[in-house]
């Protein structure tokens, strides 16, 4: 004697198979190891970061981080590998402040900064300060204001150093130069490091540098530390005021460093990315190691990652049009 099957249970087992075979059963991510793209050379910033909390994100992730630089280009040419890239959770952007200047700069790219990435988290923020050359005739930063505004009413500009067109030490002294009101003469450099070489040897007269780069130099007394760009002062030079503090309301400058994914990944694996990452940075030691060559760690939300992302590409755009920024 044979038995039908139910009705309920026929229709069940029919709606069953015409679902698709990712609908039943999605494979844990991630399955296989993890492209991660830096935009910048070994040593750099998002490069030293990137290392850093590798160990601990493998760990977590059960799966190896394959770490590949694409430097060039204010860091297009790594945008577009990942911006090009199946959005899988199989592609990561580790990338820095140029995120946010090369849509500005860069011409003919063949993706939009705005709509090829999810962001998933900032990694870090690193200060910087203005310092100037120890024959500057001016001690505080009210009197280097001072000095700035005479010497350009006579026909005399300082001149500052920075670490090319374009660059975050360059956009740093462009807004601090439009909130002062007086102009100076831009001399830039291939990297940070000849920037602060110049201001030492007394080619320049000030440079808006790294902590990690000029704090110590300021520490010591090479330099003159002057002021911070950031809200609150540096623990390490608790003696130098704010750029808000000298009058400059409103005024923060941070270079940065954070994860993007292609457009389109999958929000399950954004937000797992985002917690791995936010835990690794969250191990004393590494937050010890990132404090040492000047970062700040930070491990920031999804949307408030996005928002911030969006609201410096907006405030580069408009520096960049209205100083005339270019890469030349």
């Known amino acids: 004697m044979s038995f039908a099957p139910p009705r309920r249970a026929l229709l069940l087992t029919a709606a069953a198979a015409a679902l698709p075979a990712p609908a039943l059963a999605q494979a844990p991510w991630p399955s296989r190891p993890i492209r991660v793209i830096v935009s910048f050379p070994p040593g750099g910033a998002i490069d030293t970061v990137t290392r850093l909390i590798a160990p601990a994100m493998q760990e977590a992730l059960g799966q190896p981080l394959v770490i590949e630089n694409r430097p060039g280009a204010t860091g297009t040419i ?4 990942v911006a090009s890239a199946a959005p899988d959770g199989t592609t990561f952007l580790f990338d820095a402040s140029s995120h946010s200047a090369a849509p500005h700069l860069v011409r003919n790219l ?21 310092v100037a050359h120890p024959s500057v005739p001016a001690n505080t930063i009210q009197e280097f ?5 005479a010497r350009a009413a006579a ?4 001149t500052y150093a920075s ?3 374009g660059s975050s030490s360059h956009y740093a002294a462009v807004l601090f130069l439009q909130r002062a009101g007086w102009e100076a003469t831009h001399v830039p450099f291939r990297g940070g490091g000849p920037a602060v070489q110049a201001l030492l040897s007394g080619t320049v007269q000030f440079h808006m540098g790294t902590a990690a780069s000029s704090s110590l130099l300021a520490q010591e007394g090479r330099l003159k530390g002057l002021a ?6 540096m623990p390490q030079l608790p003696a130098l005021p704010t750029l808000q503090e000298a009058g400059m309301a409103g005024y923060e400058w941070i270079e940065w460093g954070g994860i993007f994914a292609p457009a389109g990944t999958p929000a399950p694996i954004l ?3 985002n917690q791995v990452a936010r835990a690794a940075l969250a191990v004393p030691a590494t937050q010890d190691r990132l404090r040492q060559i000047g970062m ?8 408030d990652f996005s928002a911030y992302v969006t609201e410096q590409r907006a405030l580069l755009e408009r520096l960049t049009r209205e100083a005339n920024v270019t890469l030349d």
């Open 228 to 233: 911070v760009t950031t809200q609150a002062r």
């Open 271 to 273: 937000d797992r990315m």
């Open 110 to 130: 063949p993706f939009n900064y705005a709509t090829a990435f999810e962001p998933v988290t900032q990694l870090t923020s690193v200060p910087l300060i203005l």
């Open 296 to 303: 700040v760690p930070v491990g920031s939300a999804r949307a």
């Open 78 to 81: 790594a945008a577009s590998a």
């Open 145 to 149: 204001l001072a000095l700035g505004r």
């Open 163 to 165: 670490a090319g067109n």
């Open 155 to 158: 026909g005399q500009q300082l």
